[in-house]
Protein backbone atom coordinates (compact mmCIF):
# COMPACT_ATOMS: atom_id res chain seq x y z
CA UNK A 1 0.00 0.00 0.00
CA UNK A 2 2.62 1.90 0.32
CA UNK A 3 2.85 2.77 -3.39
CA UNK A 4 -1.18 3.00 -3.28
CA UNK A 5 -1.75 5.69 -0.48
CA UNK A 6 -5.33 5.65 0.86
CA UNK A 7 -6.95 8.71 0.42
CA UNK A 8 -9.85 9.48 2.60
CA UNK A 9 -12.85 11.14 0.99
CA UNK A 10 -15.81 11.57 3.54
CA UNK A 11 -16.49 10.94 7.26
CA UNK A 12 -19.72 11.31 8.75
CA UNK A 13 -20.65 11.36 12.59
CA UNK A 14 -23.36 8.73 13.11
CA UNK A 15 -23.41 8.31 17.12
CA UNK A 16 -22.25 9.60 20.21
CA UNK A 17 -22.11 7.83 23.83
CA UNK A 18 -21.09 10.53 26.25
CA UNK A 19 -20.28 9.08 30.00
CA UNK A 20 -22.56 10.60 32.83
CA UNK A 21 -19.50 10.74 35.14
CA UNK A 22 -16.90 11.75 32.96
CA UNK A 23 -16.10 14.19 30.67
CA UNK A 24 -15.68 11.88 27.81
CA UNK A 25 -17.62 10.76 24.72
CA UNK A 26 -17.18 7.61 22.21
CA UNK A 27 -17.97 8.69 18.66
CA UNK A 28 -18.54 6.61 15.85
CA UNK A 29 -17.63 7.75 12.62
CA UNK A 30 -18.28 6.63 9.11
CA UNK A 31 -15.32 7.07 6.95
CA UNK A 32 -15.38 6.79 3.24
CA UNK A 33 -11.97 5.99 0.95
CA UNK A 34 -9.96 5.25 -1.86
CA UNK A 35 -7.27 3.51 -2.87
CA UNK A 36 -5.67 3.20 -7.27
CA UNK A 37 -5.78 -0.72 -7.28
CA UNK A 38 -2.78 -2.62 -7.34
CA UNK A 39 -3.85 -4.71 -10.86
CA UNK A 40 -4.27 -2.28 -13.96
CA UNK A 41 -6.93 -0.88 -15.69
CA UNK A 42 -9.31 -1.92 -12.88
CA UNK A 43 -8.69 1.94 -11.04
CA UNK A 44 -9.73 3.15 -7.56
CA UNK A 45 -11.22 0.74 -5.33
CA UNK A 46 -13.71 2.55 -3.08
CA UNK A 47 -14.72 1.79 0.47
CA UNK A 48 -17.12 2.45 3.08
CA UNK A 49 -15.74 1.87 7.09
CA UNK A 50 -16.31 2.27 10.59
CA UNK A 51 -14.39 3.92 12.92
CA UNK A 52 -14.38 4.57 16.73
CA UNK A 53 -12.77 7.06 18.72
CA UNK A 54 -12.74 8.40 22.28
CA UNK A 55 -13.04 12.47 22.98
CA UNK A 56 -12.12 14.24 26.05
CA UNK A 57 -13.51 17.41 27.40
CA UNK A 58 -10.11 19.36 28.81
CA UNK A 59 -11.01 22.61 29.76
CA UNK A 60 -13.80 23.07 28.33
CA UNK A 61 -12.61 22.18 24.86
CA UNK A 62 -12.79 18.41 23.01
CA UNK A 63 -9.49 16.54 22.27
CA UNK A 64 -9.40 13.44 20.48
CA UNK A 65 -7.73 10.36 22.68
CA UNK A 66 -5.67 8.24 20.33
CA UNK A 67 -4.48 5.91 23.49
CA UNK A 68 -7.82 6.10 25.07
Same mark, same amino acid.
Given at each position: ??????????????????? =?? =??????????????????????????????????????? =????????
Amino acid at each position: MARRPVQWTAAEVFDVDCA =ET =EPSCEVRVRVDYQAQAAVPGVGMLKSKSGVTEIWLQIGG =EWWYSADA
